[in-house]
C-alpha cells in the first residue's frame, strides 16, 4: 500500500540513501531549477518544484520536522453536529490518510508584491483512502444513537483549490513564508463509504450504508461546510510548520 507506483518508491529510496547530508537544518531543493518572479511562468516553475518534493518526502524528514503523510495520521479529532433533527458529537481514533504522495498540482498562481504573497494552487488526488475508528452520541428527532466502529472511506478524483496568503520574513539570512489564511475546497468525483457498528444489527448496518452511499453527495454537501473549521486550521499549522523548513531562496530568485 506504501509504495503504490515504482517510481515513488525509487525517489523515497534514493532520498533515504542519499550522502550524509550536511548541517543544513534547511530543504534543499538544488535539483530543482531556480524560479523568477518576474517570469510569466513562475507558476509553472513552482508547481514543478511541488510535484517534485511531495512523493519525496512522503515518509517525512524528523531532521526538516516535516511528519510522514503516506500514510498521514491523526490520533483524535472529534467535533460537534447541529442541524434540523440531527445534533451530537463523533470523535475519530486511529485516523490514516493514504493518497497525498499522490497529489499533483495541476495550476499554481503566485503573486508577491513586497513582503505579500498570494498563492493559488489546484491540484488532484486519483484516490484517497480514509481508515480509522469511530464512536458518535446522536441525537436524531427522539431517536438516541451511540454508533461505534471502524471506517473505510475511499475517495477518487478529488481535486482540491487553495487559495493562501501570507508573507515574507528573513530568518538566519534567509526568506521565509509564514502564511495567516488558508481557504481549500475539495471536489470529490466519487466515494465509497463503509463501516460497522452504525446499528447492532449488521443487516441494518448494510442498509444504511446502501442509503449513505447513494446519497453520498448530499451527506458530503452537508459535512463538508460544518466541519471546515475543524480542518482548515488543521491543513494552516501543518503548512506553515513545514514551511518553516523551507527558505524560499532555495526555489525563488531574489
Ligand atoms: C499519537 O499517538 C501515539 C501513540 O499513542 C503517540 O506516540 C503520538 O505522539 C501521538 N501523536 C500526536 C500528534 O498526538
Ligand atoms: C478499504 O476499502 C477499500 C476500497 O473498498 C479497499 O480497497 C481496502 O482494502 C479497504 N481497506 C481496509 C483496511 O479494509
Ligand atoms: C505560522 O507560523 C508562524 C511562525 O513562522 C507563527 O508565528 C504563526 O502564528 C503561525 N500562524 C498560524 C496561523 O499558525
Same mark, same amino acid.
Given at each position: 500500500m506504501k509504495c503504490i507506483l515504482g517510481i515513488l518508491c525509487l525517489l523515497a529510496w534514493r532520498t533515504a540513501t542519499a550522502a550524509p547530508a550536511?548541517?543544513?537544518?534547511?530543504?534543499?531543493?538544488?535539483?530543482?531549477?531556480?524560479?523568477?518572479?518576474?517570469?510569466?511562468?513562475?507558476?509553472?516553475?513552482?508547481?514543478?518544484?511541488?510535484?517534485?518534493?511531495?512523493?519525496?518526502?512522503?515518509?517525512?524528514?524528523?531532521?526538516?520536522?516535516?511528519?510522514?503523510?503516506?500514510?498521514?495520521?491523526?490520533?483524535?479529532?472529534?467535533?460537534?453536529? *447541529?442541524?434540523?433533527?440531527?445534533? +451530537?458529537?463523533?470523535? =475519530? !481514533?486511529?485516523?490514516? @490518510?493514504?493518497?497525498?504522495?499522490?497529489?499533483?498540482?495541476?495550476?499554481v498562481s503566485l503573486k508577491i508584491k513586497g513582503d505579500k504573497i498570494k498563492l493559488r494552487l489546484v491540484g488532484e488526488m486519483p484516490k484517497m483512502n480514509i481508515l480509522g475508528n469511530y464512536k458518535a452520541d446522536m441525537q436524531v428527532n427522539q431517536l438516541q444513537l451511540k454508533p461505534k466502529g471502524d471506517f473505510n472511506v475511499t475517495l477518487f478524483d478529488v481535486e482540491i483549490t487553495t487559495g493562501t496568503e501570507? *508573507?515574507?520574513?528573513?530568518?538566519? +539570512?534567509?526568506?521565509? =513564508? !509564514?502564511?495567516?489564511? @488558508?481557504?481549500?475546497?475539495?471536489?470529490?468525483?466519487?466515494?465509497?463509504?463503509?463501516?460497522?457498528?452504525?446499528?447492532?444489527?449488521?443487516?441494518?448496518?448494510?442498509?444504511?450504508?446502501?442509503?449513505?452511499?447513494q446519497y453520498w453527495r448530499d451527506i458530503y454537501g452537508i459535512i463538508l461546510p460544518e466541519t471546515r473549521q475543524y480542518w482548515q486550521p488543521l491543513i494552516l499549522r501543518m503548512l506553515n510548520e513545514s514551511l518553516q523548513q523551507i527558505p524560499i531562496d532555495q526555489f525563488l530568485k531574489e
Open positions: 550536511t548541517d543544513t537544518e534547511y530543504i534543499s531543493t538544488d535539483d530543482f531549477a531556480k524560479c523568477s518572479t518576474e517570469d510569466e511562468h513562475v507558476g509553472d516553475c513552482i508547481k514543478d518544484i511541488i510535484n517534485g518534493l511531495i512523493p519525496r518526502l512522503q515518509n517525512g524528514n524528523p531532521k526538516l520536522k516535516i511528519p510522514p503523510y503516506e500514510p498521514f495520521l491523526l490520533n483524535r479529532t472529534s467535533f460537534r453536529y *447541529e442541524s434540523g433533527a440531527v445534533k +451530537g458529537r463523533i470523535s =475519530v !481514533r486511529n485516523v490514516k @490518510i493514504y493518497g497525498f504522495a499522490l497529489y499533483r498540482a495541476k495550476e501570507g *508573507e515574507i520574513y528573513r530568518k538566519d +539570512g534567509k526568506r521565509f =513564508v !509564514r502564511l495567516d489564511d @488558508i481557504d481549500s475546497t475539495p471536489k470529490i468525483g466519487d466515494l465509497t463509504i463503509k463501516a460497522n457498528g452504525i446499528f447492532p444489527d449488521p443487516e441494518l448496518d448494510q442498509i444504511a450504508l446502501n442509503v449513505a452511499n
